[in-house]
């Protein structure tokens, strides 16, 4: 079974300044997707950040970007001109590969509790 | 389209009672997945349906949960004879498949059930 560890159950940053949250996964499939969700305070989840497995490149979003070490099993999460806007939960996310007939459910990390420091 | 919405967002209830929680996905999308989250916890999964057919439903789904999709639109998820362990973020997302495969799962606000 696969499994999603965050070792950080807080994290603190100052208005601006970078920061990176870590999390690691275990499982013996190729093909997959590594998600970051953030949850702020009583509001939805909303997705950050996704990566396939398969493609190298690390992927980008604004001031959001991974570092996908596939052979480490490691997807940290890298937060740069870190906004008051940001703090939240931020949860890392596993899912197998979905072609038709896959489960396709997310497997969750306990999650990173982000606060920003004006 | 609004999203996923889910109704309602909070319920207190009494252990032994039933409670039932909606969720309206996406209106294209035809995969609907319920999880449950509790304080300090990332969601778990529940159980998921494609179009109306419930495919899987985890361990965690006892025997006093059930769920059901009717032609596909919303879902509904039961809890009967509610107990204090039941307390937890009930959450709904849903996605789309294609040829491409899954889409993203789009979450839903959730349902926050207490039960004193």
């Known amino acids: 079974a696969q499994t999603v560890t965050q070792s950080q159950p807080e994290m603190s940053v100052q208005e601006a300044e970078t920061v990176t949250l870590s999390c690691t996964y275990d499982t013996s499939e190729s093909d997959y997707y590594l998600f970051w969700y953030k949850q702020p305070p009583s509001r939805q989840m909303i997705l950050v950040i996704r990566?396939?497995?398969?493609?190298?490149q690390n992927a980008t979003e604004n001031r959001f970007s991974v570092n996908f070490q596939k052979a480490a099993k490691s997807f940290s999460l890298k937060i740069s001109d870190s906004q008051l806007g940001d703090a939240a939960m931020y949860f890392c996310a596993y899912r197998s590969a979905g072609y038709g007939g896959s489960q396709g459910n997310l497997i969750f990390g306990k999650g990173t509790k982000l606060s920003v420091k004006p | 389209d609004t999203g996923v919405s889910q109704d309602p967002r909070h319920k207190i209830t009494k252990r032994g009672q039933n409670v039932t929680f909606r969720c309206d996905p996406i209106s294209e999308h035809n995969r609907l997945y319920w999880y449950r989250q509790t304080l300090g916890q990332g969601p778990e999964f529940l159980t998921y349906?494609?179009?109306?057919?419930?495919?899987?439903k985890s361990r965690l789904l006892s025997d006093r949960f059930s769920a059901e999709r009717p032609k596909g639109s919303f879902s509904t998820l039961e809890i009967q004879r509610t107990e204090q362990g039941d307390s937890a973020m009930y959450l709904c997302a849903s996605s789309a498949t294609g040829t491409g495969g899954l889409s993203e799962q789009y979450f839903g606000p959730g349902t926050r059930l207490t039960v004193t």
């Open positions: 349906f494609q179009n109306e057919a419930q495919l899987e």
């Open positions: 990566q396939e497995a398969y493609k190298q």
